[in-house]
């Protein structure tokens, strides 16, 4: 079973930026999708952005498109998080997770329930 580690999280200002990332070990990093999640205080948890096991495509939820950019180095078992133009509304703890490489190609590739393996979280904290 993949084991993920996230870091990279952190307090900054409305308007800044934040590089995420997830360390993997395991032999099948390189054949898995890989997503963000993430959850703010007393609210569900929510898909922020998912890459197939190429890194070829990506998908993002409405709410970071344009302002966040995941992608992959499979040859470091990393996975990556850019997020720029922070807002409060970004404030979370931030999740990376892993599921098989069709996940990516399913309708439900959103869906937390999807994955199987997920790190201990980032927070990121933005103030205004």
């Known amino acids: 079973q993949v084991q993920l580690v996230e870091s990279g999280g952190g307090l900054v200002q409305a308007g800044g930026s934040l590089r995420l990332s997830c360390a993997a070990s395991?032999?099948?990093?390189?054949?898995?999708?890989m997503n963000w999640f993430r959850q703010a205080p007393g609210k569900e948890r929510e898909f922020v952005a998912t890459?197939?096991?190429?890194?070829?495509?990506?998908r993002y939820a409405d709410s970071v498109k344009g302002r966040f950019t995941i992608s992959r180095d499979n040859a470091k078992n990393t996975l990556y998080l850019q997020m720029d133009s922070l807002k409060p509304e970004d404030t979370a703890l931030y999740y990376c997770a892993a599921g098989l490489r069709a996940a990516f190609y399913s309708d439900l590739y959103s869906s937390a329930g999807l994955y199987d393996s997920w790190g201990q979280g980032t927070q990121v904290s933005v103030s205004s």
């Open positions: 890459i197939n096991w190429l890194g070829s495509s990506t």
């Open positions: 395991g032999r099948t990093f390189s054949s898995s999708t």
